[in-house]
C-alpha cells in the first residue's frame, strides 16, 4: 500500500514560519525524487521544491532563499521549512514521490494540507 500523509499546516500570520512534514510508506523511498506543490483557489498547482534522493534540490524562484526542503531516509520522511509566509502564498500543500520532476504529475500525491497566511 502506497501513500504520503501531509501533516504541519494551519494559520500564521504573514511573515512567519511553519513547518510541513510528508511521511511516505509502501515506497522506496530512496528511489524516489520527493516533492511540495501548492495549489491555491482558483489556480494551478505549482512546483514549490523538490529534492532527489542524492540531496540535491530545486525550488520555485519565488520561494529560494525562504523555503528549505530536506528529507530523513531513515524515517521516510520529506520536510519543507517555511519562512517569512506571504498571505498570496496561502494554499493546499501537496507532497509528491515521482521517478523526476518531469513524471511528477503521475507520481504519488498526498491529500493535501491547508496552509493559511492571515493576520
Known amino acids: 500500500q502506497v501513500q504520503l500523509v501531509e501533516s504541519g499546516g494551519g494559520l500564521v500570520q504573514p511573515g512567519g514560519s511553519l513547518r510541513l512534514s510528508c511521511a511516505a510508506s509502501g515506497i522506496s523511498f530512496s528511489l524516489h525524487m520527493m516533492g511540495w506543490y501548492r495549489q491555491a483557489p482558483g489556480k494551478q498547482r505549482e512546483l514549490v521544491a523538490t529534492?532527489?534522493?542524492?540531496?540535491?534540490?530545486n525550488y520555485a524562484s519565488a520561494v529560494r532563499g525562504r523555503f528549505a526542503i530536506s528529507r530523513d531516509g531513515d524515517e521516510n520522511t520529506v520536510y519543507l521549512q517555511m519562512t517569512s509566509l506571504k498571505p498570496e502564498e496561502t494554499a493546499v500543500y501537496y507532497c509528491?514521490?515521482?521517478?523526476?520532476?518531469?513524471?511528477?504529475?503521475?507520481?504519488?500525491w498526498g491529500q493535501g494540507t491547508q496552509v493559511t497566511v492571515s493576520s
Open positions: 509528491n514521490a515521482a521517478a523526476s520532476a518531469i513524471t511528477a504529475r503521475g507520481g504519488i
Open positions: 529534492i532527489a534522493s542524492g540531496g540535491f534540490t
